[in-house]
T-cell receptor, first 113, second 113 residues
Framework: EAQVTQNPRYLITVTGKKLTVTCSQN?????MSWYRQDPGLGLRQIYY???????DKGDVPEGYKVSRKEKRNFPLILESPSPNQTSLYFC???FGEGGYGYTFGSGTRLTVV | KQEVTQIPAALSVPEGENLVLNCSFT??????LQWFRQDPGKGLTSLLL?????REQTSGRLNASLDKSSGRSTLYIAASQPGDSATYLC????????????FGAGTILRVKS
């Protein structure tokens, strides 16, 4: 089944403890992206990657890191999480730039206390 | 800057009604427009993808139209059912923003039985 898989689905952590949210797609998509969703602010892009070893900042990149060493994986790293990073996170992928649709993962609900 | 607006913000209808959700965007230089459904706390499910060269797409009881020149799209849901209750999100891929999806705030739909 074609899908984007995120792990974990739920995570509660403490301020400052480094964490990684994994994202993997099995559709050979070139483009991958991370979004966060917050009440009243909607979905905002954090980082994106157009291809392996190519990443760039989205609208809200502060406090996050990403890497794209393989085409299928695009992990989101929070080096020192803070409570304002409590949010619902989504990974998404697409074939590439242009008129292709997006497939989203099921989401990761992160709480930082 | 591309902005996407969805009207109404919330809608409550009795089962069986036909209904229309509206989406407008400020810049017509888009690759495509995608409608998503999101259940509370869950991921985004793609409903319909309309390329910039297309006027409409249909899937079952759903029909989405696109008028790129006026910056508008509508999602028509025929014979609504309680299972249609969810948040419906409209998003565009803008030509100048790489492959970024720009989302509207969504329409919260409740279908009463």
């Amino acid at each position: 089944e074609a899908q984007v898989t995120q792990n974990p689905r739920y995570l509660i952590t403490v301020t400052g403890k480094k964490l990684t949210v994994t994202c993997s797609q099995n559709m050979n998509h070139e483009y991958m992206s991370w979004y966060r969703q917050d009440p009243g602010l909607g979905l905002r892009q954090i980082y994106y990657s157009m291809n392996v070893e190519v990443t760039d900042k989205g609208d809200v990149p502060e406090g996050y890191k990403v890497s794209r060493k393989e085409k299928r994986n695009f992990p989101l790293i929070l080096e020192s999480p803070s409570p304002n990073q409590t949010s619902l996170y989504f990974c998404a992928s697409s074939f590439g730039e242009g008129g292709y649709g997006y497939t989203f993962g099921s989401g990761t609900r992160l709480t930082v206390v | 800057k591309q902005e996407v607006t969805q009207i109404p913000a919330a809608l409550s209808v009795p089962e069986g009604e036909n209904l229309v959700l509206n989406c407008s965007f400020t810049d017509s230089a888009i690759y495509n427009l995608q409608w998503f459904r999101q259940d509370p706390g869950k991921g985004l499910t793609s409903l319909l993808l309309i390329q910039s060269s297309q006027r409409e797409q249909t899937s079952g009881r759903l029909n989405a139209s696109l008028d790129k020149s006026s910056g508008r799209s509508t999602l028509y849901i025929a014979a609504s059912q309680p299972g249609d209750s969810a948040t419906y999100l409209c998003a565009v891929v803008h030509m100048e923003y790489g492959n970024k999806l720009v989302f509207g705030a969504g329409t919260i739909l409740r279908v009463k039985s």
